[in-house]
């Protein structure tokens, strides 16, 4: 088959949000690769990660859908997502932390690559 159809939130529901990304093989090989991995998030209202993450080996991209994020770097800075089309991307060796808006629900999808 050379496509897939599906639906994210039922699709990543197993994996954290993750769609694709070589970590599918066992349980969805047609989404499993060693490229990329893609992420479909929505967050509750006020939901927040304060801890940091491991230092991540791939470069990451987060894109706002709707709603608004903050996502925090352990390097220093931040990134502020408010309009639809708002995105950072941060590379291998750092560390974040995040919270969404307090106010409505948050999505985004995010880009990591290659897969770990």
């Not at 490229?35 to 509750?44: G, I, N, Q, S, T």
């Not at 706002?64 to 291998?92: C, H, K, M, N």
């Given at each position: ?29 047609e989404l499993a690769t060693d490229d990329v991995e893609v992420k479909w998030a929505r967050l509750a ?72």
């Amino acid at each position: 088959m050379t496509f897939h159809t599906g639906n994210a939130d039922a699709d990543g529901a197993a994996d954290g949000g993750w769609l694709v990304g070589g970590f599918k093989a066992d349980h969805a090989p047609e989404l499993a690769t060693d490229d990329v991995e893609v992420k479909w998030a929505r967050l509750a209202p006020g939901s927040r990660d304060d801890e940091w993450t491991d230092p991540e080996p791939q470069t990451s991209l987060t894109v706002l859908v709707s709603g608004g994020q903050t996502i925090r770097f352990r390097s220093g800075g931040e990134a502020v997502l408010q309009r639809s089309g708002d995105y950072v991307i941060w590379y291998p060796g750092e560390s974040h932390a995040w919270e969404s808006s307090a106010t409505q629900e948050t999505t985004t999808i995010t880009v990591r690559w290659p897969s770990a």
